[in-house]
């Protein structure tokens, strides 16, 4: 027989799911997204102030080691920056899912004892 008061409950504690769920989603994604734009106005301005003092060297030999200097300094940013957003994204991950671990354990639960029975 069909339970209303019980659908009631069940849908509601779907939407709730739902919006905590989402609600971690999108400051996850904020969060990276801000970080993203910082990385991004730091590397311009770094790669701005390389470009002058690169226009300013005095001989080949030092502007190849300003050149040198540079992108190992680069390559080494770029890498820790895709880390640290990487590691923002597998937090997010787990941040969203989060809300879905008792209603899946709860459903699981179910699942077995229906199996078992």
């Known amino acids: 027989m069909f339970n209303l008061e019980e659908a009631n409950k069940r849908g509601k504690e779907a939407v ?31 790669g701005l ?24 300094k680069s390559y080494e940013s770029y890498i820790a920056e895709a880390t640290k957003i990487g590691e923002m994204y597998s937090d997010l991950a787990k941040d969203a899912y989060k809300p879905y671990e008792a209603p899946v354990a709860k459903a699981t639960a ?8």
Not at 23 to 34: D, E, R, W
Not at 49 to 72: D, G, I, P, R
């Open 16 to 46: 709730d799911t739902v919006v905590k769920s989402y609600s971690s989603l999108a400051k996850g994604m904020q969060a990276i997204a801000t970080e993203a734009t910082d990385y991004s106005k730091k590397s311009f301005e770094e």
């Open 49 to 72: 102030a390389h470009f002058e003092k690169l226009s300013s060297a005095k001989s080949f030999e030092a502007a190849f080691e300003l050149q040198t200097s540079y992108l190992k």
């Open 110 to 117: 179910a699942a077995k004892a229906a199996v078992a029975a």
